[in-house]
């Protein structure tokens, strides 16, 4: 049987997603804020803890992508390639080092969300909607002194963020939360159900080729909503840093597994 993931079949073309390399290139836009740092150290898990310094900063991003394998099938079938995503991430520090690490995303997409299950994002479906720039016309803002931006989430029903965002300075990053290595784990449950994970994994990205381009810094105002079937209330803005918009490419070929926990032994 070939395939990446599943279903692996006799000529491996109905894997979901392909063998990497993966390559994507999109553009954010980018809210950081300030809540309490016990909320952040809620959704750390044990061993992890919150980062030294600024310890409440978030982000919450919104992308809007186009990727690919390494052969770009994908791009001659849009509806393969393109798709839409929001990560909430906060910084940590584990063994004297910070790391970002995304502690929820939505994305819009099922190939996404099964190769983020591979990369450790703790992915779900949600409905994602950027306000894109612009280069004729007027349906839309340009990238210059105030372009204004809306970005939403919803899941479920639920409206779960909705940001807006003026652009005032070209700057050279996008913030500082999403600006170290990300630290995540794959983890999944036994078939015993049990309480035990099968899979249980603490692990990097490695992230190679990548830029950025058109970053813009301006005003920005975030609202977090409420659901029956989301906790990103813990979350609740207390200061706005500010926001940002860029375009970024990037592409992936492999992670690090840091460190591995093995549930079931072998007699």
């Known amino acids: ?47 992890i803890d919150l980062a030294p310094d600024d310890p409440g900063a978030v982000a919450v991003i919104w992308a809007d992508w186009q990727s690919c394998g390494d052969d770009f099938s994908e791009l001659y079938e849009p509806e393969r390639s393109q798709y839409k995503e ?21 994305v819009d997409k099922d190939f996404a969300l099964v190769r983020g299950y591979h990369q450790g994002y703790p ?9 894109r720039p612009i280069h004729v016309g007027r349906a839309g803002p340009r990238l210059e002194v105030g372009g204004e931006f809306g970005a939403t989430l919803s899941a479920s029903g639920h ?6 965002l003026t652009l005032s300075d070209r700057v050279e990053a996008p913030g500082f939360v999403n600006g170290h290595p ?3 784990h794959r983890q999944w449950p036994a078939i015993e159900s049990d309480g035990t994970d099968s899979l249980d994994e603490l692990v990097t990205m490695r992230g190679y080729d990548s830029e ?13 909503g409420i659901s029956p079937f989301e906790e990103l ?35």
Do not use: N, Q
């Open 212 to 224: 950025v381009a058109d970053v813009w810094s301006g005003a920005a105002e975030l609202k977090l």
């Open 123 to 131: 992915k779900k479906l949600g409905d994602i909607w950027m306000t």
């Open 1 to 47: 049987m070939e395939g990446f993931v599943f279903p692996r079949t006799p000529g491996g073309r109905a894997s979901i997603i392909p063998a990497p390399p993966w390559h994507y290139s999109g553009e954010m836009i980018t809210v950081e804020y300030r809540t309490a740092p016990e909320s952040v150290a809620s959704l750390l898990p044990s061993g």
């Open 182 to 184: 990300m630290l995540h």
């Open 233 to 267: 209330e813990i979350l609740e803005p207390r200061e706005i840093i500010g926001g940002y918009y860029h375009r970024v490419a990037t592409s992936w070929r492999e992670g690090e597994t840091l460190r591995r926990t093995l549930a079931h032994e072998e007699d």
């Open 86 to 106: 929001v990560l909430v991430v906060v910084r940590c520090a584990w063994e004297g080092r910070v790391w970002s690490r995304c502690v929820f995303i939505w």
């Open 159 to 164: 409206r779960l963020a909705t940001a807006r």
